[in-house]
């Protein structure tokens, strides 16, 4: 069953008119927040268990509180909208819908860790919600209510790994988006040195939630490591492609079979091109941190599908992604990409199979960020659980 | 002090870029060198940057920038067919420009559009669950 938590507000409210957003408890949250100290607020996120949705799961009370209490008098929040995980539009979804809620969840981020200046990074793809965007910043402002904080959008260039937290505070500065090496992270030296905290739109969607309903109300949802609700998008071989919301720890099988109707399912992609490959026979399995989750990209392959040319597309993609700044990234996926190609050109061999191994646990371990780390997942979960497709490939020969 | 002044001019750079590819469809050569010169930057730095996007191109194109997208989601719904029909309604493949300049066509990855799979983008509009027989009366739009 759908629980729109996040979402709640989305097809309800008028995305153009702050009006209608104040009629539902609009910055009540923002109010209550700037009543309490940001040491308070900050306690309420902690305690509320939430974690970021971008994928990586970090506690987010925690990043504030690194930032909040790192020296400097300059510190930035940065509202990550920069969704270009392959079969991810949740984000698109949220600020076209309900930009304010984002808005108001900056607006609080700010407070708490004593920043006066915010920016949205918005992927190019998405140009056009800019002028959305800018017209509800613009209207929340009029109210009075970014007394406290400059929000100001930044659009990103066309490249995916400017999702990753690093590279787009790069791409802010103006320059090449790559990945930083890391200690320092954002908290202590983010953008131009200075703490910063980068939170993903649907994070800081929660925000405005959880400072109105209190952290004991949402840590009720979920299960013990996964707090709250998740927002998904769905597509591939469904009958409803969209965004659904969930409680976490909410079976696969409900989002996929139920909500988007899928039939016939062979496996499932969750997290997009660096995500885990489930087969149907692990359909049960629960959403969750623990378990399976990412930023919440669920694409379904029906039984006509081949799991060896999906993961091939899924390699290409990310060759051309890599940022280039690593070798095991860099040459990993373009070596991980020819070896799939090959395979399917039916050249594929056993030694193939041994050395794409070995290349996946070097990537793991030793990729500078999450792209080059969880680039061989695809790989590996489809020779784990797929062998047969590479076999036919094989023997074709 | 000049340092930080400096560097706040820097953070400038993808801004202009974006806005010298906003004005003219691309960044030219010109461009590149002016925003060096202003900036106190290298040549090398700024293309290093207008390359290193996929979004901002160092070469003339056409007046509308067609984008389908090749990613997975919109590859599961047939993608390939609109590429193939986009491909045979202008008689160009994907990294050119038609001899009018009125359209350049592009393969792009995935621009958040999966639930309106196949999809594509015009310029900034995006254009959802696309068959080939939509295809002709989409690129009427754009002159």
């Not at chain 1, 908290?187 to 004991?216: F, H, Y």
């Not at chain 1, 399976?292 to 029906?302: K, S």
């Not at chain 2, 029909?85 to 350049?104: C, H, M, Q």
């Given at each position: ?16 008119d ?12 923002l109010?209550?927040?700037l ?11 902690k ?49 076209e ?36 965007v ?23 260039a ?5 999702g ?7 791409s ?11 200690p ?50 769905v ?40 995500g ?73 061999t056993?030694?193939?199979i ?24 695809p ?13 036919n ?5 | 002090?000049?340092?930080a002044?400096r ?18 469809a691309?960044v ?25 996007y ?17 990613s997975l ?31 350049s ?20 509009d ?14 009427e739009?754009?002159?």
């Amino acid at each position: 069953m759908e629980k729109r938590v996040v979402l709640k507000n989305c097809g309800v409210i008028d995305p153009k008119d702050i009006a209608s957003y104040l009629a539902v408890d609009g910055f009540e949250a923002l109010k209550k927040a700037l009543k309490l100290t940001s040491q308070q607020v900050i306690d309420e996120v902690k305690a509320s268990g939430l974690r970021g949705r971008g994928g990586a799961g970090f506690p987010c009370g925690l990043k504030w509180e690194l930032a909040s209490k790192a020296k400097g008098a300059e510190k930035y929040v940065i509202g990550n909208a920069d969704e270009g995980e392959v079969g991810t539009f949740k984000d698109r979804y949220i600020l076209e819908n309900d930009p304010f809620s984002l808005i108001e969840g900056i607006a609080i981020a700010g407070y708490a860790i004593g920043a006066k200046k915010a920016f949205i990074y918005l992927r190019a793809e998405y140009h056009f919600l800019l002028d959305l965007v800018n017209n509800a910043i613009a209207q929340v402002k009029k109210k009075g209510f970014l007394a406290h904080l400059d929000i100001e959008v930044r659009e990103g260039a066309g490249a995916y790994v400017c999702g990753e937290e690093s590279a787009l505070m790069d791409s802010i500065e103006g320059k090449r988006g790559e990945v930083r090496y890391r200690p320092p992270f954002p908290p202590t030296s983010g953008l131009w040195g200075k703490p910063t905290i980068i939170n993903n739109v649907e994070t800081l969607t929660n925000i405005p939630r959880i400072m109105l309903n209190g952290a004991g109300w949402f840590a009720k949802m979920g299960t013990e490591k996964s707090k709250g609700t998740k927002v998904f998008s769905v597509s591939g071989d469904v009958a409803k492609p969209g965004v659904y919301e969930l409680e976490l720890g909410s079976p696969l099988r409900e989002l996929v079979e139920k909500l988007a109707k899928a039939e016939r399912v062979k496996a499932v992609q969750i997290g997009g091109a660096t995500g885990r490959i489930i087969p149907y026979a692990m359909i049960d399995a629960p959403l969750s941190f623990e378990s399976v989750l990412g930023a919440g990209a669920i694409t379904v392959f029906d039984e006509t599908r081949d799991i060896v040319d999906i993961v091939e597309k899924t390699m290409e993609f990310l060759a051309e992604e890599s940022c280039g700044k690593c070798t095991p990234c860099r040459e990993g996926t373009e070596v991980m990409a020819e070896t799939m190609e090959r395979f399917m050109r039916g050249e594929g061999t056993n030694k193939d199979i041994r050395v794409l191994k070995e290349l996946a646990e070097t990537m793991m371990l030793s990729s500078l960020c999450g792209l080059g780390q969880a680039a061989p997942i695809p790989v590996v979960d489809s020779l784990e659980h797929f062998r047969g497709d590479y076999d036919n490939h094989i023997r074709q020969k | 002090m000049k340092r930080a002044g400096r560097n706040g001019d820097k953070g400038k750079l993808l801004v202009l870029l974006e806005a010298a590819q906003a004005k003219s469809a691309h960044v030219s050569r010109d461009t590149i060198t002016e925003l060096a010169e202003s900036l106190e930057l290298s040549i090398g730095e700024v293309y290093g940057v207008a390359s290193f996007y996929s979004f901002l191109a160092t070469e003339p194109r056409g007046r509308n920038i067609i984008r389908i997208c090749k990613s997975l989601p919109c590859l599961l719904k047939n993608a390939q067919v609109i590429i193939d029909s986009v491909r045979k309604e202008l008689g160009i493949k994907p990294g050119e420009t038609t001899a009018d300049g009125r359209f350049s066509f592009e393969l792009t990855n995935c621009i958040g559009a999966c639930d309106k799979a196949p999809a594509m983008m015009i310029n900034s509009d995006v254009h959802g669950d696309l068959t080939p027989k939509k295809i002709a009366k989409i690129l009427e739009a754009y002159k």
